[in-house]
C-alpha cells in the first residue's frame, strides 16, 4: 500500500483549470485517470515530473477547449447574426412595423422612466435628506393636515429631544425687492441661520456660516443677483424688502434645484419674522414651517408618538396633533405635494401596457410568418441543431431587433424631451452619466421587450418537426395551426382592448374638463378682473375704488379678502339661536364688500345683501350660503341671531350655494361678512372685451400707478384663474391622448401587418374567387369581417375595465359628468373604423388584383 | 458493416485485450507499449466517448478510491456490438492482407 499524503494530490488550480475544459462527457473518467497517473509519476520520479506533466496536460487540453467553444459559439453566432440581417432586409415591411412599433413603445417607456425618476429624486439631493422631517399639524377639528405649525415648536423640539439635531423654519413670503429703479416680485423667505446648514443649497458666495446670523442680512439666489446686480459683485450691497425693510447681502446662493419643493430666491433672517408678529409665543397659531434635522439612528415614527400631543401641553385646544413628515415624501404624498404618487403609478403601468402592445406585434408577426423560416429551422434541425439552440438562436433575434428598436427610441425621445419638458415643467434630460438607474433601465427594457416579444416565436418554430417540413413541399401552415391562430387571436384582441380602454378614458378625462369649464358656478367668472391689493391701494381702499369706477367701463368693483376662485379660510365656533352645543360649526369664511354679490352675480334666495343703508351691516350682518343653513339645521334663518368671537349679529341674508371650491370637493358651508379695509384682493367687474380690452387694462394700471407706484401692477382673469386650478388635470389629459394615439397606432401597425400576411396567404382563394364570379366589394368584406370581429370582442373586454376605471377616477370629484353611453360607442366606433381602414386597404389592393395574374404564379 | 476510425479500432481492441481491467489508465499504457506510439492522456477519451455512443463498450463505475481523489474508476467493456464490430473488422482486416505480397522487412 501506498501511503498517501496531501502533496500527493495535483496541484489545486492546474486541477480546476482540467477541470473546466475537458469535455463534460469524458471530465470524470478523465479527471480520475488523471489523478492516478500523477500519482504515480510522483512516486516514482518525485513531485516536481508529476507537476510538470500534469500542467503540460493541462496545457495539452486548452486548445480543443478553445476550438470547441469559442471558436464554434464564433461561427454560430456569426451565423444567426448574418442570417437575422438577411431576414430583417428580405422582409422590409415586417422588419419596419416591427421595429418602428418597438421603438416608438420604448421611447414611452424611457420618457415615463425619465419622468417617474424625476418623480421619485424629489428633494433627495440634500446630504441630510434621510435625516430631514416636517412637523406638521393633523388637525381633527377640520379632519385636514396644515403644512404649518406654530412658531414656538421648533426651538421647543431641539431643546427637549436629544435626537433632534436641529431645526428650522421657515416663513415663506411673496413680496418685492427694490434696489435703486429696479423693483421685481420674488418668492422667498424667513428662515433660521441653520437653513444653509441642515439643507445642501451650495453657497457661491458669502460665508454660510454667517450669512444669516446677522438681522438684516439677505441670501439671494444666482438669478436674483443677475437680476439686480448684474455682473458687479452683489455681496455688500442693499435690498429693500416691501419698501420697509432695508437688508444687506451677504450671500448668493446657486438657484435651487427644480426637483426641490422649495422655490425661494432670497432669504431673510427669521429673527426679523418673530419681532413683527404680533403673538410669536403662541403655540396655537399654525403659520410658518418648520423642519427637524433627526440623528443618523433616530427613527421619525419613535418620534412622532412622543411629540404628537405637545400642542395640548402648552394650552391649545384639543384637536390638533403635531405629526412629522419625511421630506422625501412630501413632493409625493403631502397633501401640499405638487406630485402625486397615484399617476406615477398609472402612467407606469400605461408604459409597461404600451411596450406590451409593440411586442404583441412582434410575437403575431413572426408566427404568422414563420413559414418563411420553417426551410431553415428543418435544416438546422437536421444538422443537428437541438431545440435550445434555436430557442437561443430565435430570442437572440429578437433583442437584436430590440436593440435596433432601442437606439432609434433614444433618437425619438430625443427629439420629444421638449415637448414632454413643456408639458410637465420639467427639466428632463438623457444624461445617463452617473445615472445607473437610468442605465440599468434601460438595459431592462431592451431585454424585456427582447424576452417578450420573442420567447412565444422561439418555442413556437423551435418545436417544428423537420421531418415534416422538409418531406413536404407544402409547409405545414394550417395543420395543428388552430391552436396558433387562435392565440394570435387573442393577442389583437388584447391589443384593441387596451386601445379602446385607453380611449374611453382618454374621452372621459375631456368630458369632465369640459364639464368642469362650462358647468354654472353660481357666480360669474367671465369679464371679472382681479388685482391684488398692495401699498396705498390697500390702504386707501374706497379711494382706489372710488376712483377706478369713474371710468364707465369699469361695472362694479368689490373688495373681498381671498380670490372667490379658491377660498380657504375655515373656522370652527360660530353660535346661533338655536344652536346644538354639541354640534360641530365648522365653516368657511370671506371678507367681502357691499358689492361684492353684486359684482359676482350671485343669487340671493332669502333676505338682502349687504347694504350702505343699514349702517350696522359693517359690524353685525352675516350672509350665508344654503349649504351652511342645511348644516346648522335651522329653520327660516333671515333675522336669526349669529355670531363669531366679538362680532355678533344677525343672519341678513342667504345666497344660492356657488362653487367657491374645486369641483373635488361638494360646496360647504360658508359665511360672508362684510368689514370694509381688511382685503387683499379688488375684483372688478368690465364691459365685454368689445369695449378694447387694452384700454381697460391701460386705464387701471394708471390708476394704479397713482396710489401704488412703489408696487409692480399685477392682475388676472378670474376665469383664467379658474382654469388654472385644473392645470394638472388638463395636462394629465393632453398626456393620455397623446399615448392613447400612439397605443392605437401601434396596434394597427400590427394589424395592418397581419392584413398583409393574410391576403399574401389568401392570393389563390382571391383568384379562384373573382374568377368564379365574386365581386371586389364581396372579398373585401370576407377579409376584412375577421379583423372587425376581434376588434368587437375587444370592445367587450374594454367596456366594463373602462367603465370602472373611469368611475374610479371621477370618485375625485364632487361634481362629475355623466358618463353616459356615448362615449364607449363614439370610443368604438373610431377603433373600429381605424382598424377597418387599415385592414381594407390590403383588402381592396388583394381584391382588385388581376386573377389572371394572381393564378399564373406557379 | 461498422464504420470505425482507426484510433477506435485500436481503443476497442484495447479494450477488449484489457478484459476486467480496463480503464483510462490501462488503456492508455497498453497502447503506449503494444503501438509504441505516446497517446496523450486525453486523446483517448474522444474515442471511447464515440464508441461509447454508438454502443460498442458500456461503462461500469469501480469503487472510488483515494488515489484518483475520491473519485470511481470508470471501467469500459465490449457490448456484443462491440464483438459483432471486432469479428466484422477482423476479417476485413484479413482479407484485405490476404495474398499480399510481403513487404520486406523493416525496421519499424
Known amino acids: ?858 | 458493416m461498422y464504420l470505425l476510425s482507426r484510433s477506435e479500432e485500436i481503443v476497442l481492441v484495447a479494450v477488449w485485450k484489457l478484459r476486467e481491467d480496463a480503464y483510462g489508465v490501462t488503456i492508455r499504457d497498453h497502447i503506449n507499449q503494444t503501438i509504441g506510439y505516446e497517446w496523450s492522456v486525453g486523446a483517448i477519451y474522444a474515442p471511447l466517448h464515440r464508441l461509447e455512443k454508438k454502443g460498442l463498450v458500456r461503462t461500469k463505475k469501480g469503487e472510488p478510491t483515494s488515489e484518483r481523489g475520491g473519485r470511481s474508476k470508470i471501467y469500459y467493456e465490449v457490448t456484443e456490438e462491440g464483438k459483432k464490430a471486432l469479428h466484422q473488422m477482423k476479417r476485413v482486416h484479413e482479407a484485405i492482407w490476404q495474398d499480399a505480397p510481403t513487404l520486406g522487412y523493416k525496421k519499424s
Open chain 1, 1 to 858: 500500500m501506498r501511503k498517501k499524503s496531501p502533496s500527493h494530490r495535483p496541484p489545486m488550480m492546474a486541477q480546476w483549470l482540467l477541470e473546466r475544459f475537458v469535455d463534460r462527457n469524458i471530465r470524470y473518467s478523465a479527471l480520475g485517470d488523471f489523478e492516478e497517473i500523477y500519482a504515480r509519476i510522483a512516486e516514482y520520479e518525485g513531485h516536481l515530473p508529476a507537476r510538470i506533466w500534469y500542467w503540460k496536460q493541462v496545457a495539452k487540453s486548452f486548445p480543443p477547449f478553445v476550438t470547441d467553444s469559442f471558436y464554434w459559439r464564433y461561427t454560430m453566432f456569426k451565423n444567426y447574426l448574418i442570417v437575422a440581417f438577411r431576414k430583417m432586409l428580405r422582409q422590409k415591411l415586417f422588419s419596419l412595423i416591427n421595429i418602428s412599433g418597438l421603438a416608438i413603445g420604448m421611447a414611452i417607456c424611457i420618457l415615463i422612466l425619465l419622468w417617474v425618476q424625476d418623480e421619485l429624486n424629489y428633494d433627495r439631493f440634500h446630504t441630510n435628506a434621510e435625516n430631514i422631517v416636517r412637523v406638521v399639524i393633523n388637525d381633527q377639528n377640520y379632519g385636514v393636515r396644515w403644512p404649518v405649525v406654530s412658531i414656538p415648536i421648533g426651538p421647543a423640539l431641539k431643546q427637549d429631544f436629544p435626537e433632534v439635531l436641529d431645526m428650522v423654519r421657515v416663513g415663506d413670503t411673496y413680496g418685492l425687492i427694490t434696489s435703486g429703479e429696479k423693483k421685481h416680485d420674488e418668492y422667498g423667505a424667513y428662515v433660521d441661520p441653520s437653513f444653509l446648514d441642515i439643507f445642501s443649497f451650495p453657497m457661491i458666495m458669502g460665508n454660510p456660516e454667517t450669512a444669516l446670523s446677522m438681522p438684516a442680512s439677505v441670501v439671494i439666489s444666482r438669478e436674483l443677483a443677475e437680476k439686480f446686480f448684474g455682473d458687479s459683485d452683489p455681496l455688500g450691497e442693499s435690498l429693500r424688502l416691501n419698501q420697509d425693510l432695508d437688508l444687506t447681502v451677504t450671500g448668493v446662493i446657486e438657484d435651487m434645484p427644480q426637483n426641490s419643493h422649495f422655490d425661494l430666491d432670497f432669504l431673510v433672517s427669521f429673527e426679523i419674522y418673530r419681532k413683527r408678529d404680533r403673538d410669536p409665543d403662541n403655540w396655537g397659531r399654525f403659520q410658518i414651517y418648520t423642519y427637524i434635522l433627526l440623528q443618523e439612528s433616530a427613527s421619525y415614527k419613535d418620534l412622532a408618538t412622543k411629540v404628537s400631543g405637545l400642542l395640548q401641553q402648552h394650552n391649545v385646544r384639543e384637536g390638533p396633533k403635531l405629526e412629522l413628515e419625511p421630506l422625501t415624501r412630501i413632493h409625493l404624498y403631502a397633501s401640499d405635494g405638487r406630485g402625486d404618487i397615484r399617476y406615477i403609478y398609472i402612467f407606469a403601468i400605461v408604459a409597461v401596457i404600451i411596450l406590451a402592445i409593440a411586442c404583441i406585434n412582434f410575437t403575431n408577426l413572426s408566427t404568422a410568418r414563420s413559414s418563411t423560416r420553417a426551410k431553415e429551422i428543418g435544416m438546422r434541425k437536421v444538422i443537428g441543431a437541438g431545440k435550445s439552440d434555436l430557442v437561443r438562436q430565435f430570442i437572440g433575434e429578437s433583442v437584436l431587433i430590440s436593440l435596433i428598436s432601442f437606439a432609434c427610441a433614444v433618437m425619438l425621445v430625443w427629439l420629444l424631451l421638449p415637448t414632454l419638458n413643456n408639458l410637465t415643467d420639467k427639466h428632463l434630460t438623457l444624461n445617463t452619466h452617473g445615472n445607473w438607474t437610468l442605465l440599468a433601465g434601460f438595459v431592462g427594457i431592451v431585454l424585456f421587450a427582447g424576452f417578450l416579444a420573442g420567447s412565444y416565436p422561439a418555442f413556437f418554430l423551435s418545436s417544428f418537426k423537420p421531418g415534416n417540413i422538409l418531406k413536404s413541399s407544402l409547409i405545414p401552415l394550417h395543420r395543428g395551426g388552430k391552436k396558433r391562430t387562435l392565440f394570435r387571436k387573442a393577442l389583437v384582441v388584447s391589443q384593441f382592448a387596451v386601445s379602446i380602454f385607453l380611449i374611453i378614458s382618454t374621452f372621459a378625462i375631456f368630458k369632465q374638463l369640459h364639464f368642469i369649464r362650462n358647468k354654472n358656478l353660481g357666480y360669474q367668472k367671465d369679464h371679472i378682473i382681479s388685482i391684488p391689493l398692495r401699498g396705498n391701494a390697500s390702504q386707501q381702499y374706497e379711494a382706489f375704488k372710488n376712483e377706478l369706477l369713474r371710468d364707465s367701463r369699469i361695472l362694479s368693483a368689490t373688495g373681498v379678502s381671498e380670490s372667490p376662485v379658491v377660498i380657504g379660510k375655515i373656522h370652527n365656533g360660530y353660535e346661533w339661536e338655536g344652536k346644538d352645543p354639541e354640534k360641530e360649526s365648522r365653516m368657511y369664511e370671506v371678507l367681502v364688500d357691499h358689492d361684492f354679490i353684486k359684482t359676482l352675480d350671485i343669487t340671493i334666495v332669502q333676505g338682502r345683501d349687504f347694504s350702505k343703508d343699514y349702517a350696522t351691516d359693517i359690524s353685525k350682518a352675516f350672509i350665508l350660503n344654503e349649504a351652511a343653513v342645511k348644516g346648522m339645521d335651522i329653520n327660516s334663518p333671515v333675522g336669526k341671531d349669529f355670531s363669531f368671537g366679538d362680532r355678533m349679529g344677525t343672519i341678513v341674508g342667504i345666497v344660492k350655494d356657488f362653487h367657491f371650491r374645486p369641483l373635488h370637493e361638494e360646496i360647504g358651508p360658508l359665511v360672508m361678512f362684510c368689514v370694509p379695509g381688511n382685503f387683499n384682493r379688488l375684483c372688478l367687474k368690465i364691459r365685454p372685451e368689445s369695449y378694447g380690452l387694452s384700454g381697460t387694462l391701460r386705464y387701471i394700471e394708471s390708476v394704479w400707478e397713482k396710489f401704488a407706484p412703489d408696487f409692480p401692477f399685477q392682475y388676472t382673469f378670474l376665469d383664467a384663474a379658474f382654469d388654472r386650478l385644473y392645470r394638472s388635470e388638463q395636462k394629465t389629459g393632453r398626456i393620455f391622448g397623446y399615448f392613447t394615439f400612439l397605443a392605437i397606432f401601434i396596434s394597427c401597425l400590427g394589424l395592418f401587418g397581419l392584413s398583409v400576411q393574410i391576403a399574401e396567404q389568401r392570393t389563390k382563394e382571391i383568384g379562384i374567387r373573382k374568377v368564379m364570379g365574386g365581386s371586389v366589394s364581396g372579398i373585401t368584406l370576407r377579409l376584412t369581417g375577421d379583423f372587425i370581429k376581434w376588434v368587437a370582442v375587444a370592445n367587450l373586454i374594454a367596456w366594463p375595465a373602462a367603465y370602472l376605471a373611469v368611475m374610479i377616477w371621477l370618485r375625485n370629484y364632487a361634481y362629475r359628468t355623466n358618463v353616459g353611453v356615448i362615449i364607449f360607442i363614439l370610443a368604438s366606433a373610431v377603433a373600429l373604423l381605424i382598424a377597418f381602414v387599415t385592414v381594407s386597404f390590403q383588402a381592396i389592393k388583394a381584391a382588385v388584383a388581376d386573377p389572371v395574374k394572381i393564378l399564373r404564379y406557379e
